[in-house]
């Protein structure tokens, strides 16, 4: 079968750095995508990698390991208003989005 | 510009009863997909279109149908809604449909089947 894991829930401090993992085994991958979710409201996209590497933008950088099957979401100077579920998804061989469960960040100031 | 956008927001049906989802994009993409999110679960796709009249089964398609008559706009039909389908249902749109690009989503539906 096809699996994404994320840890469920993760606290941080405001100004912090904060690094969310996601291992996944699919049939294939065509890419990996991240998306912000905050509580009541749509998912929204952040990142998308395909290659190995790192990919930053501003204060956020994702992070591909295609032959360990493993990125990261990388968050730096924490803000309040980060507080959210972040999604992992990972495109497979039919071109279809496998998603993980979400992992829940809280921020204390 | 609007983006992508659902009504109802807020839905309470009895068993039994029937609905119909709607969503529009004004962003001219070919690909719309109907999702629901469940507590402790990641989104599972229910129907997608990559263009008009063509439509396809996702991961969870039974019990619902969809319709997809122009470009703009994707409904989602509940014949005989059933408890197991309280959940929240997204909409989303993208690009192409020659990979997977970036999703934008509406805002949701919740849907509650008593």
């Known amino acids: 079968g096809q699996n994404i894991d994320q840890p469920t829930e993760m606290t941080a401090t405001e100004g912090a750095i904060v690094q969310i993992n996601c291992t996944y085994q699919?049939?294939?991958?065509?890419?990996l995508f991240w998306y912000q979710q905050h509580a009541g409201e749509a998912p929204t996209f952040l990142s998308y990698?395909?290659l190995d590497g790192l990919e930053e933008k501003g204060r956020f950088s994702s992070f591909l390991s295609r032959s360990k099957g493993y990125s990261y979401l990388l968050l730096k100077e924490l803000q309040m208003k980060d507080s959210a579920s972040y999604l992992c998804?990972?495109?497979?061989?039919?071109?279809?989005?496998?998603w993980g469960a979400g992992t829940k960040l809280i921020i204390k100031p | 510009n609007a983006g992508v956008t659902q009504t109802p927001k807020f839905q309470v049906l009895k068993t039994g009863q029937s609905m119909t989802l709607q969503c529009a994009q004004d962003?001219?993409?070919?690909?719309m997909s109907w999702y629901r999110q469940d507590p402790g679960m990641g989104l599972r796709l229910i129907h997608y279109?990559?263009?008009?009249?063509?439509?396809d089964q996702g991961e969870v398609p039974n019990g619902y149908n969809v319709s997809r008559l122009n470009k703009r706009e994707f409904s989602l039909r509940l014949e005989s809604a059933a408890p197991s389908q309280t959940s929240v249902y997204f909409c989303?749109?993208?690009?192409?449909?020659?990979?997977?690009?970036?999703?934008?989503f509406g805002p949701g539906t919740r849907l509650t089947v008593t």
């Open positions: 998804a990972v495109v497979d061989s039919n071109y279809q989005l496998i």
């Open positions: 279109s990559v263009g008009a009249g063509i439509t």
């Open positions: 989303a749109s993208s690009y192409g449909t020659d990979r997977v690009y970036e999703q934008y």
């Open positions: 990698n395909v």
């Open positions: 962003m001219n993409h070919e690909y």
């Open positions: 699919t049939s294939g991958f065509n890419g």
